[in-house]
C-alpha cells in the first residue's frame, strides 16, 4: 500500500508561483517514478511531469520552462514548482506513482487526493 498526500495548492495572481509538495508512504520511495497530473473542470486528467529514479524529468509542452519538477528521497517527497503561472493552469493537482504487483507483471494505481490550484487577478 501506498498513500500520497499532496498539499501547497492555493489562490495566485497570473505571473505568480506556487510549490506543490507530496509526501508519500507506505513503500520504498526511491527506486519508483513520480508524477503529477493535472484536471481541470471538464476536461481529462492530464500528466503535467515526471522524474524517475535517476531523476530524469519529463515536462508537458504547456509547461516547460516554468514548472520544474523535483523528488527529495530522503523525506519520501516529490514537489512542483510552478512559476510563471498563467490562467490556464487552473486545475486540481494530483500526485501519482505506480507499484508492481506481487508475481505478475501488472501495476497498481496509487493517487493522492488532489490539491486545489486557481491562478486568478
Known amino acids: 500500500q501506498v498513500q500520497l498526500v499532496e498539499s501547497g495548492g492555493g489562490l495566485v495572481q497570473p505571473g505568480g508561483s506556487l510549490r506543490l509538495s507530496c509526501v508519500a508512504s507506505?513503500?520504498?520511495?526511491?527506486?519508483?517514478?513520480m508524477f503529477w497530473y493535472r484536471q481541470a473542470p471538464g476536461k481529462q486528467r492530464d500528466v503535467v511531469a515526471s522524474i524517475d529514479s535517476a531523476r530524469v524529468t519529463m515536462y508537458a509542452d504547456s509547461v516547460k520552462g516554468r514548472f520544474t519538477i523535483s523528488r527529495d528521497n530522503a523525506k519520501n517527497t516529490v514537489y512542483l514548482q510552478m512559476n510563471d503561472l498563467k490562467s490556464e493552469d487552473t486545475a486540481v493537482y494530483y500526485c501519482?506513482?505506480?507499484?508492481?504487483?506481487?508475481?505478475?507483471?501488472?501495476?497498481?494505481?496509487?493517487w493522492g487526493q488532489g490539491t486545489q490550484v486557481t491562478v486568478s487577478s
Open positions: 507506505g513503500s520504498i520511495f526511491s527506486v519508483y517514478a
Open positions: 501519482y506513482t505506480k507499484r508492481p504487483l506481487p508475481f505478475s507483471r501488472n501495476f497498481r494505481d496509487y
